[in-house]
């Protein structure tokens, strides 16, 4: 365990642990099926071959999970709703039940209203899915709106675009490469609408749940640095560009089949105000021109005609996933979405950090969130407003196209008997939350 203090954040800092709907909850039987099903259905779509039918079961063993969050002495614990299952008849009691159990441990609901979990009947290269997913938030929000006091539309929508849509390794499976940019216009389309849908309802406190990473080029050979440059507006840009400034970053918005003036409309819905901003992180990246043939990145193949190629980055520790261990490109990323966006970033919001590490005894894993969460307290010294920090993740889970292969959880499930059996990180945890005072 460290052997120093954390230092001390600001007053009302949130600490938090997250989850989502398809990798925890099981009771795939009495929902409707999501992308993800089908997904997992197919055979070679998972590495494992395993699907998330059962996961943790967290559907029926909540209580338990509830129970294990007020024991670790969380402020608040952010979970996802499952569109499919609001689909279903019932389907909404059960997320009643659950933020009427975190309520009464004194657990703060935090709700992300899409984490890929797309029903089959929708599809986001159609328009029409964005008002579609406003209708259902506001079902969920006038069910919920006055128990959860804090939203997240959508979870890492880069990701759902680049790895569902474009290189297929995701649900729904898709190849389209840069014609699957209609995928991201229509989950930031969605995205607005949610938030105008929220405050329609009452709800306040919204934010989205951004991936995002430093991007350093393999050396300053023009072709490294202009690959890494194009690579940064991918995964730190396409994105909160338009929700911060209300613009794409240049040449994005040509590719997009709205139109100019359809996107510069669409714009002005994508970009209303966000009360804090969310930020995912794992590692920093480093990308260099194309090297003519594809390669394996993080377990993902990157097809060879991509215009830049991810590098390794040496001199790290890596973690059971291959990603780096680098907590100061935290603070890095930090400063820089500060010094780039200024006054229109809203405050900040660590809604994912974690790592894969085998084993109870999860030394490496403690090492990696004590380093993390010293990165970003640096961050906050530096000025950044940030105002709370949720690992990834409570429990050990269904790990997307890796099945149950990486075990990013402070508490151990075994698949098998479904017993939970928390980890030295979540006594380490523990011992942090209480030591704050």
């Not at 974690?354 to 010294?381: K, N, P, T, W």
Request: glycine share 10%; charged share 25%; aromatic share 10%.
């Amino acid at each position: 365990m460290a052997t120093n203090p954390i230092p001390q954040f600001p007053a009302g800092f949130l600490w938090g642990v997250s989850t989502s709907a398809h990798q925890i909850e099981g009771a795939a039987d009495v929902r409707e099926p999501s992308v993800w099903d089908v997904f997992t259905a197919e055979p070679g779509r998972v590495k494992d071959g395993s699907t998330a039918a059962v996961a943790c079961d967290h559907y029926h063993r909540y209580r338990e999970d509830v129970a294990l969050l007020a024991d670790l002495g969380v402020d608040a614990y952010r979970f996802s709703v499952s569109w499919p299952r609001v689909n279903s008849p019932g389907g909404l009691d059960f997320y009643d039940r659950l933020v009427d159990e975190l309520c009464a441990a004194g657990v703060r609901p935090v709700v992300t209203l899409f984490h890929w979990d797309l029903p089959v009947t929708r599809d986001w290269l159609e328009r029409d899915t964005a008002f579609r997913f406003a209708e259902y938030v506001s079902v969920v929000a006038e069910r919920l709106g006055d128990r959860v006091a804090k939203w997240i539309t959508l979870n890492e929508p880069a990701e759902h675009t680049l790895l569902g849509h474009a290189l297929g390794v995701h649900a729904p499976g898709r190849q389209l490469m840069f014609d699957a940019l209609p995928v991201a216009h229509h989950q930031l389309l969605a995205h607005g609408l949610a938030v105008r849908a929220l405050r329609a309802a009452g709800a306040g406190d919204i934010g989205i749940a951004n991936s995002h990473g430093p991007v350093r080029p393999a050396s300053q050979e023009q072709e490294d640095v202009a690959a890494a440059d194009f690579y940064d507006v991918l995964l730190n840009r396409l994105f909160s560009d338009p929700l911060l400034l209300g613009r794409y970053p240049d040449g994005i918005e040509a590719l997009m089949p709205e139109g100019p003036e359809g996107v510069e409309s669409d714009l002005k819905v994508v970009s209303e105000p966000l009360d804090w901003y969310g930020i995912n992180y794992y590692a920093p990246a480093r990308v260099g021109a194309p090297q003519g043939a594809g390669i394996e990145f993080g377990g993902i193949s990157l097809p060879a005609e991509l215009p830049f190629s991810v590098r390794e980055i040496e001199g790290h520790p890596v973690t059971d996933f291959g990603w780096p261990v680098v907590p100061e490109a935290l603070t890095e990323l930090l400063t820089g979405f500060r010094e780039r966006y200024g006054d229109r970033l809203p405050p900040v919001v660590i809604t994912e950090n974690g790592c894969s590490y085998e084993g109870v005894d999860d030394q490496e894993r403690i090492a990696y969130l004590d380093g993390h969460i010293r990165a970003l307290h640096r961050a906050v010294e530096a000025g950044v407003d940030v105002r709370g920090y949720f690992v990834w993740s409570l429990l050990d889970n269904f790990e997307w196209a890796e099945g149950y292969a990486r075990r990013f959880g402070l508490v151990h499930v075994d698949y098998a008997t479904l017993r939970r059996t928390p980890k030295a990180s979540y006594a380490w945890l523990r011992e942090l939350l209480r030591a704050r005072g």
